[in-house]
């Protein structure tokens, strides 16, 4: 528009998993997303279902801000009863929502906590998930929040990256 570039996005994403080692396995997740001359106020959002489990889902949000997230999970291998396969989750998570309109400064927020997985696969190939988690920052006192839903908190496939994106907004964008 007259010449400048507008509403200007870029989004970095890595995500890694271990080989299963018996016991389970690692996996993680980093994704950056930073805007430019956002004329349509974006907002961005973080917590809860979307990064940082251990909040309030949407608690940190600002309008054309960027955001960082990154997640590592310890997951147990599925154990197995009749048909139904239950698992265990450990996680760390991290992120912030910075700069934008408010110009909020960079301070990276910490979670950690524990979750249950389980899946029905003769009646659907998503997993169930409950997590439990805590902020560990010292930005709060003692919250424990509960967060729900089915897919994994961090995808591994791009199956899942996609499907992830759709249900909570993954790129985190509510125009």
Known sequence: ESGDWLNQQLLTKARVASPSFGVGRLVARFD??????????????????NGLRGYPSGIFQA??????????????????WHYFHGGLVLFYDLGDVYGGRELDPFILKHTVGFGVRGLLPQFNREVFRLDVGVPVDGSTGFMLRISG????SVPLTAREDAQFDASVGGLALQP
């Open 63 to 80: 309008t054309g801000a960027n955001r960082v997230r990154g997640d590592l999970e310890a997951r147990s291998a599925p154990v197995v």
């Open 149 to 152: 839903g089915t897919g994994q």
């Open 32 to 49: 950056w997303l930073t805007q430019v001359n956002d004329t349509t106020n974006n907002l961005v959002v973080l917590g809860g279902s």
